[in-house]
Structure formats: C-alpha cells, structure tokens
C-alpha cells in the first residue's frame, strides 16, 4: 500500500502547472509521504494492540524450519528496498522515499521480533512474543512521528537548509559589483521546484545598464548551476559619499550595542533644506 501511494504521488507530482496550480504540483508528493507515516503509525498502533494482547493472553511459538527461512529471507528484501529507498530519496531530495524506507525499516523490525521470540521460545522456552511486539510497535511508532514531521515541515513552510543558503550567498556575493545580499527568501513547491528572491546591493555611482546585465547573468547561474528560479531587486546604495558612509558606521556600532545578531543594510541619507533623513 506504501509503495502504491508512493507511485501515485509521483505520477501526480510530476504533471506539469496548470491555470489552477502555476507553480506545479510537486508539494503533492509531501502530501503522499505523510499518507506513507500515517500507515506506519496505523501499523504501529495495530502492532501494539495485538502484542499487549499476547501478553495477558500468551500463545504457543513454535519454531518451523521453513517459516524461518521465509522470515529471514523478507528481511534481507525488505533491507534491500530499505537502501534502495533511502539511496533514491537522498539523491532526489524525495521525502515520500526516505518516508518508504522507514516503512521498510518497520516491515524488518516486526519480522524480526517474530524470529527473536520463536528462537527464545525453542531454546528457553519462555514466550517473549508481546514484549518483543510491544517494544517493536514503540519503534515504530517513532519511526512513524518522526517521519510525518520530516513531510508536515515543508508542507507548512520551513526554512532552507542553511548550506542551500550559504550557496546562494557566494555565488552571488562573487561579482565584484555587488557590495551585499539580503531579505533573501526561498519558496519550495516540492523537489526540484524551488523559487528565491533577494535584494543585492551596488554602487549607485555604477553603470544601470552593465548592472542590469549583471543581475540578469546572476538569476540564470542560479537557474543552471542550483535549479531555482531566481528574482533579484537591485539596490543602489552611495559607496563615495562621505558623510553617507560616516552615518552607516554609526548606524551599524548603535544596531550591534543592541544586538550582535542585528544587521544593517539598505542604508541611504535623505538630505532637505532644514534636516536630513536616514533610511534604513
């Protein structure tokens, strides 16, 4: 069932923006995942039942040569599709894979709970079989949470990885005319569907037209190099004038007494016949 909808998501995730859904419909396969953790959980919670059942209520294990090898045999397929999953996942940045990994991850444990408890039971002859489940379904049951949290954040909108950020920073910041970047933010509509917008500061001494070119070859490395769509404004800000940059500093030392974390940016004097305006 996991690896239906799985399947599902993707077909659905890879159909192309519509007047509807501009910007694709890559979020559904989030929305598959989490289908996948809600099964795990279901799973769990199913496990857990049965085993407390099995606690009060203990039953005979016996341990069959033939029910062995099965079992054993499942758990080195589920541990193949296990990798597999999670290769696949980390590569594509799917969270509905990585979800389907755990799903298999959770197939292993419970099997393997099976095994441990007939092998006891055989060699010791004690029935360990709902403690072993019950132990299981809590496993699994954190598999389940931790991997509904890993689809429900990007659902609601979380913050880029900080190294996606850090990229985005040097690229950026390796044009010699821009001075600095900020109010950079990153829209994700699923894998492979990013969009970013940012301000980048220049010289308003510069040429708008070399600068213009500038940004413009900016946005299209971001698209070739990263994958995202990009949207820059240009800032100018006043690199020669004097009293412009003696304000700045003053601006800057005030704003870091406050708070180190503070920064300053976007800054520029509006001068008037009886006051002057800082801005920024």
């Given at each position: 069932?996991?690896?239906?909808?799985?399947?599902?998501?993707?077909?659905?995730?890879?159909?192309?923006p519509?007047?509807?859904?501009?910007?694709?419909?890559?979020?559904?396969?989030?929305?598959?995942?989490l289908?996948?953790?809600?099964?795990?959980?279901?799973m769990?919670w199913?496990l857990?039942?049965?085993?407390?059942?099995?606690?009060?209520?203990p039953?005979?294990?016996?341990?069959?040569?033939?029910v062995?090898?099965?079992?054993?045999?499942?758990?080195?397929?589920?541990?193949?599709?296990?990798c597999?999953?999670h290769?696949?996942?980390?590569?594509?940045?799917?969270?509905?894979?990585?979800?389907?990994?755990k799903?298999?991850i959770?197939?292993?444990?419970?099997t393997?709970?099976?095994?441990?408890?007939?092998?006891v039971?055989?060699?010791?002859?004690?029935?360990?079989?709902?403690?072993c489940?019950?132990?299981?379904a809590?496993?699994?049951?954190?598999?389940?949470?931790t991997?509904?949290?890993?689809t429900?954040?990007?659902l609601?909108?979380?913050p880029?990885?900080?190294?996606?950020?850090?990229?985005?920073e040097?690229?950026?910041?390796?044009?010699e005319?821009?001075?600095?970047?900020?109010?950079?933010?990153?829209?994700?509509?699923?894998?492979?569907?990013?969009?970013?917008?940012?301000h980048?500061?220049?010289?308003a001494?510069?040429?708008?037209?070399?600068?213009?070119?500038?940004?413009?070859?900016?946005?299209?490395?971001?698209?070739?190099?990263?994958?995202?769509?990009?949207?820059?404004?240009?800032?100018p800000?006043c690199?020669?004038?004097?009293?412009t940059?003696?304000?700045?500093?003053?601006?800057?030392?005030?704003?870091?007494?406050?708070?180190?974390?503070?920064?300053?940016?976007?800054?520029?004097?509006?001068?008037?016949?009886?006051?002057?305006?800082v801005i920024?």
């Amino acid at each position: 069932a996991s690896s239906v909808i799985v399947l599902i998501g993707f077909k659905m995730a890879g159909q192309k923006p519509d007047k509807e859904h501009p910007f694709g419909h890559g979020r559904i396969e989030y929305i598959s995942g989490l289908l996948v953790s809600v099964l795990i959980i279901f799973m769990a919670w199913e496990l857990f039942q049965s085993s407390v059942g099995k606690i009060f209520h203990p039953e005979e294990t016996k341990l069959e040569p033939l029910v062995a090898v099965i079992l054993i045999a499942s758990i080195f397929v589920k541990l193949y599709i296990f990798c597999y999953n999670h290769s696949i996942g980390k590569r594509i940045n799917s969270e509905a894979m990585l979800a389907a990994s755990k799903d298999s991850i959770s197939d292993m444990a419970a099997t393997g709970a099976v095994l441990l408890s007939m092998f006891v039971s055989h060699a010791f002859h004690i029935n360990i079989d709902g403690w072993c489940g019950v132990l299981v379904a809590l496993m699994i049951f954190y598999a389940g949470i931790t991997s509904a949290k890993d689809t429900i954040s990007p659902l609601l909108g979380q913050p880029p990885e900080p190294g996606f950020v850090k990229k985005i920073e040097e690229m950026v910041m390796s044009y010699e005319e821009v001075i600095g970047i900020h109010d950079l933010i990153v829209h994700n509509y699923g894998p492979g569907r990013t969009m970013i917008s940012l301000h980048a500061e220049v010289s308003a001494e510069g040429d708008i037209l070399v600068l213009h070119d500038m940004i413009d070859n900016i946005e299209r490395r971001l698209r070739e190099e990263m994958g995202c769509e990009a949207v820059i404004h240009m800032d100018p800000v006043c690199m020669k004038d004097e009293e412009t940059q003696r304000l700045k500093e003053l601006i800057i030392q005030a704003a870091s007494e406050i708070a180190e974390e503070l920064s300053v940016h976007d800054f520029r004097i509006v001068r008037g016949p009886t006051h002057t305006n800082v801005i920024f």
